[in-house]
């Protein structure tokens, strides 16, 4: 089994002339390490000759969820969990509510936790809390309970996983138009989904500050910093090049922040599933050419990409 997560090969070259655009792979784009850990903890199952589901897309790209599949993985719902009889099931990076647990185990189901330690950390933080804001209110010493916000994606797989820790009570929100809706004057407790960027999560806890006249206000900064800490990497990597190549699956909230990233200090930035998305025009004029992507990218697509380029040019400058 080709083990995806291995170091990248391709970070930087040229098409067969001197004087052809150099072509760079961001060093800092691709899985971050619960991504590595979840496929590393399938592969190794596989590799046992084990019948292994996983719940959900182990990752938000298409092309590496394929390759999981040809070695074996099935990729299940939960709906599909009623049906399952024998096997293993690998919960994702993303992590789970406590019902998928209670679920798997009264079936008898053997588990494979891939949670990303940042995710169940949070999901810990978040269940203390309201556990203990229920049982003050049930023994009468607060009158209401808390407000407790997730900024994040609605129906995203951490995101559910964030509510269930709540008994199904917290409150999602997108943006700051949200915010019309809820009562803001009881005590709230604002948390974020770990891929959320720190200046829309910064964004929101200043409007509330503003809204807010009474009652408790308390924020938590629960981003994980080797996802944020690649908008600033990757906007750098982006202004150092001609045009850059941006690597992400349709599913990737990662990857569509990212994106706006390097869009924004690169208006030449294209988007792409994977090598067969490459137009030969975007390269005429290029000097540089920068590859990059989503914390669901792996680095074999990268390079896949990098190598296609380099193809592409070599055509041309045969013309």
């Not at 023994?139 to 559910?160: F, S, T, W």
């Not at 390269?283 to 390079?303: H, V």
Request: aromatic residues 6%.
């Amino acid at each position: 089994m080709t083990n995806l997560h291995k170091d990248n090969q391709y970070r930087s070259g040229r098409s067969s002339r001197p004087d052809s655009p150099i072509i760079e792979i961001d060093a800092n784009s691709g899985f971050c390490f619960g991504v590595v850990t979840a496929i590393q903890k399938a592969e190794a199952e596989l590799g046992h000759g084990e019948q292994l589901a996983c719940l959900g897309d182990i990752v938000h790209n298409a092309s590496e969820v394929e390759r999981l599949r040809r070695a074996g993985l099935r990729t299940i719902t939960h709906e599909d969990l009623k049906d399952i009889s024998e096997g293993s099931v690998l919960l994702r990076a993303h992590g789970e509510p406590p019902s998928t647990y209670t679920s798997l185990k009264a079936r008898g189901t053997r588990i494979i936790d891939a949670t990303c330690p940042v995710v169940l950390r949070l999901q810990k933080r978040i269940k203390k809390a309201y556990d203990t804001a229920l049982s003050e209110y049930q023994a009468g010493e607060r009158q209401d309970m808390p407000v407790i916000l997730i900024y994040g994606k609605k129906g995203h797989a951490e995101v559910n996983g964030l509510v269930g820790q709540t008994d199904g009570n917290a409150i999602v929100i997108e943006n700051m138009e949200a915010l019309d809706t809820i009562d803001l004057d009881k005590d709230i407790l604002l948390y974020s989904q770990t891929t959320k960027s720190l200046e829309g999560f910064r964004e929101i806890v200043e409007n509330i500050k503003l809204r807010k006249t009474h009652g408790r206000f308390d924020w938590f900064d629960t981003i994980c910093r080797q996802v944020a800490t690649r908008s600033e990497k990757i906007k750098e990597f982006a202004r150092t090049h001609d045009t850059v190549i941006f690597v992400t699956g349709a599913k990737s909230s990662n990857g569509k922040v990212l994106l706006q990233e390097c869009q924004k200090v690169n208006t030449n930035t294209q988007v792409v599933t994977d090598a067969s998305d490459l137009k030969a025009e975007w390269f005429r004029d290029a000097k540089k050419i920068g590859i990059c992507g989503a914390t669901s990218t792996p680095a074999w697509l990268m390079e896949e990409v990098a190598e296609r380029i380099r193809e592409m040019l070599d055509k041309l400058e045969k013309r």
